[in-house]
């Protein structure tokens, strides 16, 4: 098995340039504009960092269900398939904006409701609540499981989650952990901390073209290197 550096270093740099103009990250930005920071963000980071144990559990697990060879060229495969993916979503996506907009009014559109519905319930206890609240309520707050629900289910199925399986596989999967884990808290750090203003300066063609192209060096690396007994 490959070294834990390798790992780290493969899973890093393929989760900044997965998340960083994601819809995911989308959401944190604007969550963070709304809500208090340090919820949306314990909130998004806590979500992601689930989902990035378990995709590499599922790669740990892989090899000793089916032989390593397999394993190996699924590995390749999945890496040359997400990276002509990412190439085609850069050249064929209509743009940063769209995304941006299209993100930006569902969350309006759920924030409305909520608000309505919860506006008039609140307003009497509201004072006796903040006296009561206590640390672990708050951080268990209707804001902080709105900000995991968005980032869990956004990343369900997620390109970045199904390549993290097949490097788990391959790689060392306490650096894929590691590494996968850093990359999102600065990908989530700098959406919370930027807000929509960074998020609509990022041009997601470039970040998918860049990732398009590690991808593709993943799998052509992963296609060139002996299958480990």
Known sequence: MSSIVQGFSKSLAMTILSEIGDKTFFAAAILAIRHPRRLVLSGCLSALIVMTILP??????????ISRTWTHHITTFLFLGFGLWSLKDAIFEQGDAEELAEVEAKLDKDWKASNGATKNSNKDDDATKKHKRSFLSQ???????????ITFFGEWGDKSQLATI???ADENPFGVVLGGIL????????????????ASQISEKIVALSGG???????IQSFLSPVES
């Open 166 to 168: 097949g490097l788990a």
């Open 183 to 198: 990359g999102q808290a600065l990908c989530t750090s700098a959406a919370v901390v930027g807000g929509k203003s960074l």
């Open 139 to 149: 951080f268990f707050s209707p804001i902080f499981l709105q900000a995991f629900s």
């Open 213 to 219: 192209i590690l991808f593709i060096v993943f799998g």
């Open 56 to 65: 590499a559990l599922v790669g740990w697990a892989a090899p000793n269900l």
